[in-house]
């Protein structure tokens, strides 16, 4: 590809934006990733702390430019302030993954204004001002590609997933609504729905239950996001614009 990716929540080796930054290097894209410790140690399945830089070792692997940085991406400044790293250290990004996402199960007796403030800033706020920066100061004339993440949330009812549903909700909405400003930009905008997917916070009880929900008889894998995410930012999906693709292996 010759371009330079930008992925953001590229923590765990065994997560989508790990997966992703993979799948993208080995097409020959340098990658730049961001993570965020507090956040990551904070959940069931918490990151090991050496891990984001055995991912960059991998990703350097594969004969590419890799580079990562600290990034809470729910301060207000940050969105300026990794796309000017990005810019700095390697050169005008011609992709965004806007793969960090915030999720802790809300309803409407749980859910308070720090839950909802808390989804809002990670799962809307930050990749609506990196993607609008991203669009605003992209100066080629074609190539460029935005991926948003979402997992469904618009397709199901999750009463106990309120701020999560609500807000991954919206940026399916941004991504309809801003493919055609940025198409005029010579860039496309899609989100991948990635569904029920394996990324090392399932127990036992919770994969058994769900392996029977997949007419292939098993959980999706990060991998195949990211296959589709590489689609996404190619060449060959020139023509594919404003679309959410739910990529969830027939679960029902």
């Known amino acids: 590809m010759g371009k330079i990716a930008i992925v953001t929540g590229a923590t765990r080796l065994h997560g989508i934006g790990a997966a992703v930054c993979k799948e993208l290097a080995q097409k020959g894209t340098d990658i730049f990733f961001t993570y965020c410790s507090r956040y990551d140690k904070a959940i069931p399945w918490e990151m090991k702390r050496d891990e984001p830089f055995l991912l960059k070792e991998e990703v350097e692997s594969y004969g590419v430019r890799c ?64 993607s609008s920066l991203f669009i605003k100061h992209f100066t080629k004339e074609n190539g460029g590609r935005i991926i948003n993440l979402t997992s469904g949330q618009s397709l199901n009812l999750l009463p106990d997933e309120l701020a999560c549903a609500v807000t991954k909700g919206a940026i399916e909405t941004f991504t309809t609504s801003i493919a055609p400003v940025a198409a005029k930009k010579g860039i496309t905008v899609n989100a991948v729905n990635l569904g029920v997917t394996n990324t090392g916070g399932m127990n036992k009880e919770v994969r058994q239950h769900l392996v029977t929900r997949f007419p292939a008889g098993r959980i999706g894998e990060p991998k195949g996001v990211a296959q589709l995410i590489a689609f996404l930012a190619s060449e060959e999906a020139v023509w594919v614009t404003g679309q959410v693709i739910h990529s969830t292996g027939g679960f029902y």
């Open 67 to 130: 580079d990562m940085a600290e990034v809470n991406l729910a301060q207000s400044y940050a969105p300026n302030r990794l796309l000017y790293m990005v810019s700095e250290r390697f050169g005008e990004p011609g992709i965004l993954v806007n793969n960090a996402a915030h999720s802790v199960n809300t309803n409407y007796e749980s859910i308070d204004v720090e839950k909802l403030d808390s989804h809002y800033t990670l799962n809307v706020r930050a990749p609506i001002l990196l």
